[in-house]
């Protein structure tokens, strides 16, 4: 079972987790997307949160700033966090702009604002789960589109939020949070999420 929840946090990493979303928003929207413009989008997202994250986080590993890429030491967050937080401004004001795609525009500034919330927390010594940020944010994007297309997505939604749970499970079975810090994340991803889906419902 330890093996089992080990990799679901793999599986769930938070640098996965916007991919998710835009393939979420790409299959689930009824408008209209050409093919070229999925693909551009889709390979600017997993470059600026997958790609780039990973190569600064090797960097970091050879300067011995990094010992896992779970970064488990609260010491070690404060320039990934700085980067992403980085990385995601690049991507909404070159990328996924206000005007192209609204509804992933306010999901990635929510994602901002939350890498923003778990960098502050560092300087009172709190460890709040990046994992938890992160489904918990994709899972309020899934209630909050179904809502703005009034489609019926009960069922997904329902699986996001089995996922919240099992996350956080496989978080405090690897010992890689307590529940403290559990909270912090899960509401550091879903406020302000929840916030912005006034900007587009």
Do not use: C
């Not at 609204?102 to 300087?123: D, H, K, N, Q, R």
């Not at 809502?147 to 978080?171: E, M, P, W």
Request: hydrophobic fraction near 55%; charged fraction near 10%.
């Amino acid at each position: 079972m330890k093996k089992l929840l080990s990799i679901v946090s793999y599986v769930l990493h938070p640098m996965f987790i916007s991919v998710y979303a835009v393939l979420l928003y790409f299959l689930l929207t009824d408008r209209y997307h050409p093919y070229q413009e999925i693909f551009l989008i889709t390979i600017q997202v997993i470059i600026l949160t997958i790609l780039i994250p990973i190569s600064i986080f090797y960097f970091l590993m050879t300067l011995g700033k990094a010992n896992s890429f779970m970064l488990s030491e609260i010491s070690q967050r404060r320039i990934p966090l700085v980067v992403n937080a980085i990385l995601l401004y690049i991507l909404i004001t070159q990328s996924i702009r206000i005007e192209l795609i609204p509804e992933l525009y306010y999901f990635f500034f929510g994602a901002l604002v939350s890498t923003i919330l778990a960098f502050l927390f560092i300087f009172i010594n709190l460890k709040a789960s990046i994992h938890m940020i992160a489904i918990s944010a994709i899972t309020v994007f899934t209630i909050g589109f179904s809502l703005h297309t009034q489609t019926n997505h009960l069922y997904l939604v329902a699986f996001f939020l089995l996922l919240n749970g099992i996350v956080a499970t496989s978080r405090l079975s690897m010992k890689a949070h307590d529940t403290k810090e559990l909270i912090a994340g899960f509401l550091s991803g879903t406020l302000p999420q929840i916030a912005l889906l006034y900007f587009w419902l």
